[in-house]
């Protein structure tokens, strides 16, 4: 079955990426080697987003990067690629977008688990080949865990100003991605597109 065979290449990659070692192209899905080059560019480009706007106005001008800007880079790229690029989290500010499906939540359950139990979190990752109603999909996704500046917006809401509670609360009437912990499981990068016959 070719979703157990590319969760045993993962296992593997991954101990020995966490491990410091290094794994040949040749023997990844040149699937997987995509999706992980569109992960590092979200993360990258909405990291250098967020940075710039906190260090321009601080933390309510990161609020609207995470609401215009993540969508649209997650847009681009997927237009870009082929593939539906997207974030989907544990607990969500915008159920428009961040939802995850029955297939994430087992994936976020896993990556959980795998931090709790110390991998690092740049291994916690995984690429399957799944079987769905429409037909076979490749599907990717990468652990985001919580950083410590992650926590302004994140963190508990008692610590927040009264004008970042003010706009979180306006522009996220549902939000329920709050009280998060340094190094918890925020949620993931997701991709998914459908798979070439075989």
């Known amino acids: 079955m070719r979703h157990a065979k590319w969760a ?3 296992l593997a990659t991954a101990a020995a990426l966490g491990a410091g070692g290094a794994v040949a192209a040749e023997e990844a899905p040149p699937a997987l080697i995509e999706a992980q080059g569109l992960v590092d560019r979200f ?17 309510l001008l990161a609020i609207d990067v995470c609401k215009v800007e993540a969508p649209a880079i997650a847009s681009r ?18 159920p428009v977008t961040g939802l995850p499906d029955a297939w994430e939540q087992q994936q976020l359950a896993d990556f959980a688990r795998r931090l709790g139990a110390g991998e690092p979190p740049p291994s916690v990752a995984t690429y399957a080949e799944v079987e769905e109603p429409a ?3 490749q599907r990717y996704m990468r652990a985001i865990p919580v950083a410590p500046q992650c ?27 709050l009280g998060y912990q340094p190094g ?3 949620g993931a990068f997701s991709l998914r597109r459908p798979a070439p016959a075989p």
């Open 8 to 10: 045993v290449w993962m």
């Open 43 to 59: 993360h990258q480009e909405l990291a250098g987003k967020l940075t710039a706007a906190v260090a321009e106005g601080g933390p």
């Open 77 to 94: 790229l997927s237009r870009e690629s082929g593939w539906q690029v997207k974030r989907v989290g544990t607990r969500v500010r915008n």
């Open 135 to 137: 037909g076979r999909v």
């Open 151 to 177: 926590l302004v917006c994140h963190g508990e809401r008692g610590v927040q100003s009264e004008e970042l509670q003010a706009l979180l609360a306006r522009e996220y009437p549902h939000d329920r991605a």
């Open 184 to 186: 918890e499981l925020r």
